[in-house]
Structure formats: C-alpha cells, structure tokens
C-alpha cells in the first residue's frame, strides 16, 4: 500500500439571503458606495437575520448540503472541525454544536481559532489526521456571524465584515490529487492590531465593557493592511518556490477575501492574472473562516482534475498560512 494522501472531495457552502448594501450602510454611517468599493471591492454582504440563529446554524446549513451532495449519511464523519472567530458560546465548541444539530453520531469536533486564518490551519490539521491513517471521513466548516461582534456605528469596521459558511469533506487518496504542502505561521506581537477584547478570561464581560463597545471588532486597519499585502504575498511565493511552480504551472489562486487591493498585490507577487484569481468579495465581504470555502464552491464546476491550486489567508493575531493542493476531481 502506498501513502496515505488527504484531498478535498467535496465542497460546499451557504450563505443568508440578506443583503446588505453599500447605499444601506450609506445610510447607517458617514459613508459611501464610492469609497467602500474603491478601498476594499466589497458592493454588498449577507447578514443572517432572526433571534436565535448563530454560526452553527450558518455552519449547518453548508454541512447538510455537503452531506447531501456526496449523498454520505452524517454517522459517517469522524470528525468535525468548525474554524470559527464568532463560535456560538465560548463553549461548548460550535463544532460540536453543529455535529449534534446534523446528527453525526460517530464524530468528534473541536474547534480551530486562528481569526481569518482559521480555515486553512483546520485544513491543515484534518489533512494530518487523515494522511496518519486514523480517520477516513472529515468534515472542516468555516462558519462566522461576524454581524453579531461588528459595531454598525463604526465605519472603519461595518462596512467590510459578512456573514456566511462553507465546508468541506477530506477523505484519504492514494493518487497524487491530493493536499501537498502547507505552511502556518503566527505573530502574536501583531494581537493588538486585529481584535474583540472583552468576554474572554482577560476582560470578562461587565457593564463597563459592553458601554465601552469592546464586544465589537476593533480593527487598526492601515497596519493590518500593511502586514496582511506583504504576509500573503511572501507565504504564497513561498510555498510556489518549494514546490518549483511558476505562475504558468498555478491554475488558480484562492486568496481570502479582506480586501481586493491585498488580493491584487498577491496575485501580482505571484505573477498570476485575474483571471487565474478566485474574487467574490464583491459580494459577500469578509465573511472571516467563510471566504475560501465559499469562493472553492462557487468555482467549483470550474476546477478540474489535477489543477494546481494555492489557498492563501491572513488574518488576527497574526496569523497566516498557505496550502497548494492537486484538485482530486
Ligand atoms: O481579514 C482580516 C484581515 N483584515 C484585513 O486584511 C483588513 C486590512 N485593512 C484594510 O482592508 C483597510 O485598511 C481598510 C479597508 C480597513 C481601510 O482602508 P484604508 O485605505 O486603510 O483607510 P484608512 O483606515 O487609512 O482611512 C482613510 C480615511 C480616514 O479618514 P482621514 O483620517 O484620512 O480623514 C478614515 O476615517 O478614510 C476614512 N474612512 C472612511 N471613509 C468613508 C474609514 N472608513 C471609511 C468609510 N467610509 N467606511
């Protein structure tokens, strides 16, 4: 028997119905369409409405789907790994939230924080338990409320974050259409840049902190710029350097989706064209652990078996990461 390889065989995602404009949002804050499109590309993003309704409910939904997709009954999945910066509750898990609510009696579930990053760090970390053997059927879902920590009275913040999920399957392959390398890294030097302070064992929550909107985002926007341009551009250099491919060998890169002119820049390090370039922040925002989910669903009638992709994030903390894999189908 050869190695063990992992591969993504099956994608999908879900967003809410609501959509949030550029000329809504124009209305709520001293804003405009002009500004919002020309320093970010976002037009409109989904909010999830209804009291009750919270990440897991967006991570189902893409979970069910996926499910039905591969026609795979949930007691199937092993494991559940939900990538999420907005979980349900502190704890439990969202991950096990969300493996109750679908009804995946056999697996366990855990989630992965590492803010925008924390799709392909979830990725990564599924992939090694199904290369090891261990398991043969793994869920990852990205699923973020970023409405419910977003203050719809800043405008440095409201107008970028959205709300959404998306999922995949890993199975073991023993074919070379398979994930082949990642690299992860983290600055937590940079943790002050890109932050929600309060509710956690540091600031818990009280009367003060909620007075003093530290349960929304807070975002030093032109400095996480600054080191999400050069981050994501050199991890994704990095990792077409190591395995010897040039921009002719990449079939698509799928960047998240913070801002377009950061997807620009590392398209253009890469030496990739647009259209090589996976971009649908226009209409969902930054949705967070959502964006690379979504972006593989949408494109997915487009991939082929065998095209050279490369996931590329950046995101709090700092946290950064890159995976190129062969798509398996
Ligand atoms: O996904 C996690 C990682 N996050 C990111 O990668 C986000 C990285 N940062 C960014 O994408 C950009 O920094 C932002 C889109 C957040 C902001 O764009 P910017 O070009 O860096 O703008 P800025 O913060 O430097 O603000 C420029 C001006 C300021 O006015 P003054 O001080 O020059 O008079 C802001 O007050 O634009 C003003 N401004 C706005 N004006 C209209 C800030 N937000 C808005 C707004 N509408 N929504």
């Not at 809504?24 to 999830?48: A, C």
């Not at 979970?63 to 999945?77: D, H, R, T, W």
């Not at 040039?246 to 377009?260: E, F, G, I, R, Y």
Request: proline share 3%.
């Amino acid at each position: 028997m050869g190695n063990i390889n992992s591969a993504i065989t099956g994608v999908n995602s879900w967003v809410p119905e609501y959509k949030l404009t550029n000329h809504e949002l124009s209305k709520m804050v001293d804003t405009n369409d002009e500004w919002i499109t020309s320093r970010t590309g976002i037009k409109e993003r989904r909010i999830l409405k209804g009291n009750g309704l919270a990440s897991s409910d967006l991570g189902c939904k893409a979970v069910n789907g996926l499910l039905s997709k591969k026609k795979i009954s949930p007691s199937e999945i092993d494991l559940i790994i939900c990538a999420t910066a907005t979980p349900d509750m502190l704890f439990p898990s969202t991950a096990c939230i969300i493996a109750d609510k679908i009804g995946a009696k056999n697996a366990f579930a855990f989630d992965v924080m590492a803010a925008c990053s924390g799709f392909l760090y979830s990725l990564d970390v599924a992939s090694k338990y199904i290369e090891s053997g261990l398991y043969k059927k793994i869920i990852v879902v990205g699923a973020d409320k970023m409405s419910s920590i977003v203050d719809y009275e800043d405008r440095k913040t409201c107008v970028i974050f959205g709300d959404g999920a998306g999922a995949v399957l890993l199975e073991p392959s023993e074919n070379e259409y398979c994930i082949k390398d990642s690299i992860l890294k983290s600055d937590g030097s940079g943790r002050n840049y890109l932050k929600m302070v309060a509710g956690g064992s540091f600031k818990p929550s009280s009367l003060q902190t909620v007075n003093s909107k530290e349960h929304f985002i807070y975002q030093d926007g032109k400095t996480v710029f600054k080191f999400a341009v050069s981050c994501m551009a050199d991890i994704s250099v990095e990792i077409m350097k190591r395995n010897n491919l040039s921009p002719d060998d990449v079939a698509w890169l799928v960047p998240h989706q913070a801002n377009k002119r950061i997807i620009d820049a590392t398209a253009n390090r890469m030496g990739l064209g647009t259209d090589k370039v996976m971009i649908n922040i226009q209409k969902y925002g930054n949705t967070t652990n959502a964006t690379i989910p979504i972006c593989l669903s949408e494109w997915e009638e487009k991939l082929k078996l065998g095209d050279n992709i490369i996931l590329s994030a950046f995101g709090g903390g700092f946290t950064w990461a890159a995976i190129y894999l062969s798509w398996s189908y």
